[in-house]
């Protein structure tokens, strides 16, 4: 039985929203995959868009759920090379690129699990503000302006669909009290963006432990639970886990799909570890993830680790 996501309906509060701030100044670095934000907002309604219902209903996890409430997010990617201050096109290296995006989703969420279906349209190139955006902010802090925009990948749409799963294998959570809980996740993104299928696992160990499956995080990797229930009580826990990625195509580093800017060559099999904390009071959640990534592309001269925060309030 599919728990109902939407609050009640003689509580005041309307929506959920969230902001998402990922970024490797919290490793130190200025390099590959250096920035991404995201405003999403759960909607109050009890119902997703037909459209969106119907693309949701032909996954597994959707044939009993009553009420399918849905999330829209818009995002902004930005990716460099290692080095920003070679005017150059770096023929071994990662090509600039920004990605502006929107973002539909719709999920069910039950104790022992969640299933979550993402329709994503979206632009990458010139259209996507990255040049002038990274070098308004480099301006604004007085640090080394990228110099190599102009060889950016081409405008191109793109399209994005994908399915996650998650399962709860071991609960030992109790309420007002410590616990632990493992689960898996896994899931599909099909697109001309981004196309892989991944696996994973992680470990929440904390205070009153929340129905949720850790916080969210942009794509590529597999976002957590955006939705959380507000209740008067403090929670908090920390969690670990790993991931990995059989890539099919990433456009941020293989290029262009038709014509435009080439790339290079990616790595097939991506891995992540990640670690953080996520604390809950009422209708307030906050939460800190670290990623460490393993290199993406053929000649990356190493690997990446990077930072992400999420905010999260009703209102």
Known sequence: ????????????????????????????????????????????????????????????????????????AIGHNIYTPADIVNPEFPPDDRPYAAW????????????????????????????????????????????????????????????????????????????????????????????????HGTLGSFIRLGHDLPEDFGPPRITPAVSGSGFFTPRESRSWYVFFGSEGRLVGRDLFIEGNTFGGRDGVNARRLVGELFAGAVYTQGRFRASYTHVWRSREFKGQLAAQDYGALSVSLWW
């Open 1 to 72: 039985m599919a728990i109902n996501l939407a609050l009640a309906d003689d509580d005041p509060v309307q929506s959920l929203w969230i902001v998402e701030y990922e970024n490797d100044i919290f490793a130190g670095e200025d390099r590959y995959y250096t920035s991404g934000v995201r405003l999403s907002r759960v909607a109050a309604a009890r119902e997703a868009p037909s459209w969106l219902e119907s693309v949701a209903r032909r996954f597994p996890g959707f044939d009993e759920a009553t009420a399918l409430p849905y999330s829209l």
């Open 100 to 195: 502006l995006q929107l973002k539909f989703s719709t999920g069910t969420l039950h104790p022992k699990g969640a299933d979550r279906v993402r329709v994503g349209v979206g632009i990458v190139g010139p259209a996507a503000l990255g040049k002038p955006i990274q070098k308004g902010v480099h301006r604004a802090i007085d640090t080394d302006m990228p110099t190599g925009w102009d060889t950016q990948l081409k405008n191109e749409p793109t399209l994005l669909l994908g399915y996650d799963r998650f399962r709860r294998i071991v609960d030992w959570a109790e309420p007002e009290q410590l616990g632990m809980d493992v689960s898996l996740l896994g899931g599909m993104t099909l697109g001309n963006a981004h196309t």
